[in-house]
C-alpha cells in the first residue's frame, strides 16, 4: 500500500512537471523553440512542438491505471505500450505498404498484437503462479488483439493514453 501511494505522488509529481513545461513552452515561442529543437528534438516527434507530447500522456496512463487498476492490470498496460506501440512503428515504417487507417499499416498492426502477446504471454508465465501456459497465452492474445485495435482506431486521443488503459482494463477484467 505504501509502495503504490509513493508511486502515484511520484506520479503525480511528474505528470505536474510535464503540465508546467508544456504549458510554459506554449506562453514563451523562444522556450518553445529552445525546449522541443535543443533538448528534445532527437527523441519527440515532429507535431509535438504545438501540441502535448506523447510522454506527457504516457505518465497520465500510467498515474490513472496505478490509481484504478489493479497492480499486475497497470502492468500489463505499460508492457503493452512499451514494447507493442514501438513494434508498430518500427514494422510499420519499414514494411506497411497496406494501410488500414491513416498510415498505420497491416504490418504495423499486426506487429503489435503478436508482440504484445509474447511479452504479456510471458508476464504470465514469470509473475502469476499456478496459470499456466494456456491461461497466460489467452491473456497475451486478448490484450494483445484489443491493444493493437486501440492503437489502429486512436485518432482523437493519443495512443498513449488509449493502449495503456484499454489494455491494462481488459488485464483486469481477465485477471
Known sequence: AVAGVALIVVGASLLGLFIFMDVTRRVSTTWNERFVQKMFGKISRPGEAHRI?????????????????????????????????????????????????????LVGTLSFAVVSMLVVSLYAWALMPGWGFMRGFGLGAAVGIVGALTELMSTKLDDN???????????MLLL
Not at 492490470?73 to 512503428?89: H, N, W
Not at 493514453?161 to 488485464?171: K, P, W, Y
Request: proline content about 5%; glycine content about 10%.
Open 53 to 105: 507530447p506523447s510522454a506527457t500522456w504516457y505518465v497520465c496512463a500510467l498515474l490513472l491505471g496505478a490509481w484504478l487498476l489493479p497492480k499486475h492490470a497497470i502492468s500489463v498496460g505499460a508492457l503493452v505500450l512499451a514494447f507493442g506501440d514501438p513494434m508498430a512503428a518500427l514494422m510499420g515504417k519499414r514494411f506497411g505498404r497496406i494501410k488500414l487507417v491513416g498510415e498505420k499499416s
Open 161 to 171: 493514453l488509449t493502449i495503456a488503459l484499454t489494455t491494462g482494463v481488459v488485464a
